[in-house]
């Protein structure tokens, strides 16, 4: 293999935002360190991609260049962020969990809390971006000589074209909130109509892999370049946006119920920040809480239990928009100055139809009308 392989792509990564510490660092940094040795030994070698996520950037405002990330850098200033220190407090950690007969409900929640707490120490909101931010400091530091690319996906949807529109494989980011807000349980969503939304089509991500390929291969020389492959620079969509394209297509197009009735939707409301948000969430449950002082014993036992089945609801939707807060308020847009230099190579070309990545193609309202929210019924949710 070693002397045969040309081409290396590097996908391999756990994407869960709050995953046990241990795997995502297992996973997303040391595993860019392993591809990166291995395609050292690679005599034939032309290129490297690297797979990595625009949201490595944390939760910076403004314009993100794409430059790489040099070793130890963090977001907020902190210093003393080293690799090798992490990788021993991730096996120390284990070590003496594993030590005091610990569980592995109990390792897990350990690890989960270790991640998260890592990633906020150095800037970063959540596990995934701060493993992935880490691998991405292997390459620079250990690339030497290697031809390397980076690929900063944003948000990645349903496909586009290929193979078929609409095909996704499970729900993504904001899916949830469509699959909610559709079924009708979802009377509130946690975004701020005015922040960026920045997603891109899977096949446009896949087509800007294979176009990299095809031209750093072909050039044959070192390098170190970072693609972002986005929409927010080129055909930026918000929040609101996505807010009316729900409101008019399930109006539209309601889904049914297992009785086959017609699912009607209201009009949601909607959040400026997390502050109003958990305000909103506050007086939701002192209502209930009210309602249980009530003096009819009966009327009492009621909101008691609708207060402990819709409590466990609550948690669940505050500890999930505490983990997408950074995307469902995002304020920056991606630079992607590389990536149209990559556009214009293919443009008025036979590549330009097979191996589209332009954004600026896609009209976002026809696309979740006849793309994206069908294909996540019909794929996702089935």
């Not at 701060?130 to 900063?152: C, H, Q, W, Y």
């Not at 446009?204 to 072909?218: E, G, K, L």
């Not at 080129?234 to 309601?254: A, Q």
């Amino acid at each position: 293999m070693k002397n045969q392989i040309q081409i290396i792509v590097n996908l391999a990564a756990t994407t869960k935002f709050d995953e046990r510490y241990d795997v995502a660092f297992g996973t997303n940094t040391l595993g860019a360190k392993h591809v990166l040795n291995f395609a050292k030994q690679c005599s034939s070698l032309e290129v490297v991609v690297h797979v990595s996520t625009a949201y490595v950037s944390g939760e910076k405002e403004g314009i993100i260049q794409e430059i790489p990330y040099q070793m130890g850098e963090s977001l907020n200033g902190t210093i003393g962020l080293n690799i090798e220190e992490e990788q021993k407090l991730v096996e120390e950690t284990l070590n003496k969990l594993t030590s005091k007969g610990a569980t592995q409900e109990t390792i897990t929640l350990t690890m989960k809390q270790l991640g998260l707490q890592r990633a906020k120490l150095y800037g970063w909101p959540n596990t995934y971006v701060f493993t992935k931010a880490m691998g991405e400091m292997i390459i620079s530091e250990l690339k030497d000589n290697i031809p390397m690319v980076i690929i900063r996906p944003t948000i990645v949807t349903s496909t586009y074209k290929q193979p078929f529109p609409g095909w996704i494989e499970g729900m993504r980011t904001i899916d949830s909130v469509i699959v909610g807000y559709g079924k009708g349980k979802l009377t509130f969503l946690p975004i701020d109509i005015h922040s960026i939304f920045d997603l891109i089509p899977a096949d446009m991500v896949v087509n800007t892999i294979i176009m990299t390929i095809t031209i750093h291969a072909r050039e044959g020389k070192p390098c170190h370049v970072i693609y972002h492959v986005g929409s927010s620079r080129r055909n930026c969509m918000k929040y609101g946006d996505l807010k009316h394209f729900m409101e008019e297509y399930f109006v539209e197009k309601p889904w049914r119920s297992r009785d086959g009735k017609a699912i009607k939707v209201g009009k949601p409301k909607t959040f400026n920040n997390m502050v109003s948000f958990r305000r909103y969430m506050v007086i939701r449950y002192s209502l209930l809480l009210k309602g249980m002082k009530v003096g009819n014993t009966m009327l009492c036992h009621w909101f008691q239990e609708k207060y402990d089945r819709h409590k466990k609801k609550y948690d669940l939707v505050m500890r999930l928009v505490q983990l997408y807060q950074p995307y469902l308020f995002f304020k920056a847009t991606f630079d992607d100055t590389n990536t149209e230099r990559l556009r214009s190579t293919t443009r008025n070309s036979d590549l330009e139809e097979t191996f589209y990545f332009d954004p600026t193609v896609i009209n976002w309202k026809d696309y979740f009308f006849n793309i994206h929210i069908p294909g996540l019924a019909k794929y996702a949710i089935k």
